[in-house]
Nanobody, 119 residues
C-alpha cells in the first residue's frame, strides 16, 4: 500500500552532519504521520523524530532535540531528517515509518539506511 525508501546514510566524523531522506510512494493519500526511528546493535529500536504527513506537529526524542530537524511531507512525498553535531552515539540503522489515517502506530516501514559516526 505504501512504500518507503530511505537514502542519505553513510560514514561521518563526530561533529559532522548528514541528511536522510525518505521517499514515499503508493497510497500516500492514506498516510497520516511519519516518523524516523533508529536501532543500533544490542539496543531496542527508538523513536527519533516525527511529524504529520501533511505538515506540522514535529516531535523529537530528547537525545536529538536541537540537533535534528524533520521536514517535508505530502508536498513532494518525501520526509527528510537533517542531522547536525553527530556523535558516535547516533550510529545506528535509521528507518522511516508511516502511519495511516484511522490507524495506530506505524504499519509501513522502509528498509533502513546506515549511519555511522566515527570518533
Amino acid at each position: 500500500q505504501v512504500q518507503l525508501v530511505e537514502s542519505g546514510g553513510g560514514l561521518v566524523q563526530a561533529g559532522g552532519s548528514l541528511r536522510l531522506s525518505c521517499a514515499a510512494s503508493g497510497r500516500t493519500d492514506i498516510m497520516y504521520h511519519m516518523g524516523w526511528f533508529r536501532q543500533s546493535p544490542g539496543k531496542e529500536r527508538e523513536f527519533v523524530a516525527g511529524m504529520y504527513w501533511r505538515g506540522g506537529m514535529e516531535d523529537y526524542a530528547d537525545s536529538v532535540q536541537g540537533r535534528f530537524t524533520i521536514s517535508g511531507g505530502d508536498a513532494n512525498d518525501t520526509v527528510s531528517l537533517q542531522m547536525h553535531s553527530l556523535t558516535p552515539e547516533d550510529t545506528a540503522m535509521y528507518y522511516c515509518a508511516a502511519g495511516r489515517i484511522g490507524g495506530s502506530g506505524y504499519p509501513f516501514w522502509g528498509q533502513g539506511t546506515q549511519v555511522t559516526v566515527s570518533s
